[in-house]
């Protein structure tokens, strides 16, 4: 809810207790939030050596990575997370996000067509994001 601070307490709590593959992933989350990207990428690559099966948890490496300039191995690992979950509209964001990044118009246009499709049925923040994407990407194409 935006209380970054007591949720990173929480977290931090819940993993001394018991680390769980949602803990490390949520606290990975909120850590990327704040830039501190090399700490954020420890907790994922151990919540993902806990049990790679998760789709956000491979989302969530793949947008560290991204804001890191590894835009290869976030394209890996969003491609990974939408073969685990094809359904998730934060990863179809991030991904063409990150197609925009790399300069890959036609493969951001797929992704913001298909997305833009469902557009009635995305919650408020993504439907934002779709319209701000889709802003990049035509200033990309000109």
């Known amino acids: 809810r ?3 601070l007591p ?3 929480f977290f931090a709590r819940s ?3 018991n680390r769980t593959v ?3 992933n949520n606290l990975a989350w909120l850590l990327q939030k704040r830039g501190e990207y090399g700490k954020a990428e420890e907790y994922v690559r151990e919540a993902l050596r806990m049990d790679a099966g998760i789709a956000q948890t491979w ?3 793949g947008v560290i990575l ?3 300039g590894r835009q290869h191995e976030a394209k890996e690992a969003f491609e990974r997370s939408l073969e685990l979950s094809d359904e ?4 179809k964001l991030h991904l063409a996000e990150l197609h925009i990044a790399m300069g890959e ?3 951001a246009e797929k992704v913001l067509r298909r997305l833009t499709r469902i557009k009635e049925t995305l919650s408020s923040d993504d439907a934002e994001t779709l319209v701000a994407l889709s802003k990049s990407l035509k200033k990309l194409q000109r």
């Open 2 to 4: 935006g209380q970054d």
């Open 88 to 91: 998730n509209v934060n990863v």
């Open 15 to 17: 993993l001394a207790a």
């Open 7 to 9: 949720a990173e307490a």
């Open 105 to 107: 118009a036609s493969e």
């Open 22 to 24: 949602n803990a490390l």
């Open 59 to 61: 989302d969530t490496l």
């Open 66 to 68: 991204m804001k890191t």
